[in-house]
């Protein structure tokens, strides 16, 4: 049976329900597919696609239109799914006009039902007018990829009390502004927990432990498609590379030895 489309209602609802959430990235149509009758309840189209699907060192080389692109194959292969645009670095900071733009491009052109951005007090009043032009917002604190250049790297947010008290007022900032969630990315497992205590809207955490409302993973970490690295906070499902090196290297075997195309594969 078909699941009901998910709405941001539904998101606060689950929270009151204490009903946890899953969010999982996806890059392309076969995997939204996949990734959508699993049961995850929200897919991410991360700008981590920089990384895992065109190759680039980080997410900031990204641009809004390769972004918008992955978007739309996404929901192509979802159409039910609840799916949200990761606006890429550039396309909302520079002009509230030229924001409101970008954003209206994932809802319009890509048909996705949430915009994410990253970002601290700086971005409440793009946040409130996205909300009031009709654009659903999730916001994303503490570590944030696209803030790697001045903040010297990746590193755990939230470690002070100073910093856990920013973290918090920022999240409390976003939920007057209107969001209907927010991410919370490698925060301490007690602050992350404090803060989803203190505000009605979900937190989807990452590398940010199991007090928060629900989860969220990049697909290619779960699946072990990279095979030099897991993030501490990813939990690898299957080994997905080795799987497929021993697929191709079966297949070049078998051309290589004559053993492929057989008669059966041919007309």
């Known amino acids: 049976m078909e699941r009901r489309k998910l709405t941001v209602a539904s998101f606060r609802k689950m929270k009151a ?3 946890k959430i899953v969010m999982v990235t996806a890059y392309d149509a076969p995997g939204a597919g996949i990734a959508a009758a699993s049961g995850v309840d929200m897919l991410l189209v991360g700008d981590s696609l920089a990384m895992t699907a065109l190759g680039y060192e980080n997410t900031l080389p990204l641009t809004l239109d390769e972004s918008l692109h992955h978007a739309k194959a996404v929901r192509r292969g979802a159409p039910q799914a609840f799916i949200v645009g990761d606006m890429p670095f550039l396309s909302y900071q520079l002009d509230v006009n030229e924001a409101v733009r970008n954003a209206g491009r994932y809802i319009k052109e890509a048909a996705c039902d949430a915009v994410k951005l990253e970002g601290g007090a700086e971005i409440v009043p793009l946040v409130e007018k996205l909300v009031r032009t009709g654009i ?3 916001a994303h604190v503490g570590l944030m990829p ?3 250049q001045t903040a010297g790297g990746y590193r755990v947010a939230g470690r002070t009390e ?9 999240v409390k900032a976003f939920e007057q502004a209107g969001a209907f969630a927010v991410v919370l990315e490698c925060i301490p497992a007690a602050v992350a927990e404090a803060i989803t205590s203190q505000v009605n809207i979900p937190t989807i955490g990452i590398g940010a432990g199991a007090g928060t409302d629900g989860q969220v993973q990049v697909c290619n970490d779960l699946l072990g498609l990279f095979d030099r690295f897991v993030p501490r906070h990813a939990k690898k499902y299957c080994n997905l590379h080795d799987i497929m090196l021993k697929a191709f290297q079966e297949y070049v075997q078998d051309v290589k030895e004559q053993k492929f195309p057989t008669q059966e594969n041919s007309f």
Do not use: T
């Open 17 to 19: 329900n204490h009903e």
């Open 136 to 138: 659903p917002v999730m």
């Open 146 to 148: 696209q803030h790697i």
């Open 162 to 170: 100073d910093e856990a008290a920013r973290l918090l007022a920022e």
